[in-house]
């Protein structure tokens, strides 16, 4: 079975800042893809980035990036000038191949953007 | 384009009474639905996967009699809370995968049960 690791509950940035959000994860699988969601107050589900396993570069999506280290089971998202409407819960997420699968999500971390 | 609906998004009923959460993919064909459960401040926690026409399947720990599944289309899943008491009280959230899309997967706005 997969798990998802967020070890960070909870931090917190000043706006206009740059963020580092960790996540790991554990799978036998060699195909797979990973996900990191935002769940804002409002709590819809809205997808920040997707990685696919195979592809050796790193995801990048405006102010969002990933660092994915494949032999590591490392995939941790950056945001760079962090703005207040990032504040949110964030959810890394697994899924293996074919996409026909459920995710698995990690617990979360809670960011706060502080003006 | 992939919006996927919820209705009611909440919903307040008496102990015992049964309630039905729809979930629908508005501009797309689902293959698959997945139902998840989410407790104030926790993560998702997946109660079951449910494929058109076919019976779903439940995750472990999950009551089938309890939560009723039903895939009748490629566009609607449906999910029955039967005799719900007042520790079913929870946000469900609904997602779909769909036929065009092989690694993704769209999700409902959620639907807040509150049972008395």
């Known amino acids: 079975a997969q798990t998802v690791t967020q070890s960070q509950p909870e931090m917190s940035v000043q706006e206009a800042e740059t963020v580092t959000l960790s996540c790991t994860y554990d799978?036998?699988?060699?195909?797979?893809?990973l996900f990191w969601y935002k769940q804002p107050p409002s709590r819809q589900m809205i997808l920040v980035i997707r990685?696919?396993?195979?592809?050796?570069q790193n995801a990048t999506e405006n102010r969002f990036s990933v660092n994915f280290q494949k032999a590591a089971k490392s995939f941790s998202l950056k945001i760079s000038d962090s703005q207040l409407g990032d504040t949110a819960m964030y959810f890394c997420a697994f899924m293996k191949q074919p996409g026909n699968t459920p995710l698995v999500f990690g617990k979360g971390t809670r960011l706060s953007v502080i003006a | 384009g992939a919006v996927v609906s919820q209705h009611p998004s909440w919903v307040i009923c008496k102990s015992g009474t049964s309630v039905k959460i729809e979930c629908r993919s508005l501009?797309?064909?689902?293959?698959?639905m997945f139902w998840y459960r989410q407790f104030p401040k926790q993560s998702l926690m997946l109660m079951a996967t449910?494929?058109?026409?076919?019976?779903?399947?439940?995750e472990q720990g999950v009551e089938k009699d309890k939560f009723l599944i039903n895939h009748a289309s490629l566009t609607l899943s449906t999910l029955t809370v039967t005799s719900a008491h007042p520790e079913d009280s929870s946000f469900y959230i609904c997602?779909?995968?769909?036929?065009?899309?092989?690694?993704?997967?769209?999700f409902g706005p959620g639907t807040r049960l509150t049972v008395l």
């Open positions: 799978t036998s699988e060699s195909n797979y893809y």
């Open positions: 501009d797309f064909q689902a293959t698959t």
């Open positions: 990685q696919e396993a195979y592809k050796q």
């Open positions: 449910s494929n058109e026409g076919s019976k779903a399947t439940y």
């Open positions: 997602s779909a995968r769909a036929i065009f899309s092989y690694n993704e997967q769209f």
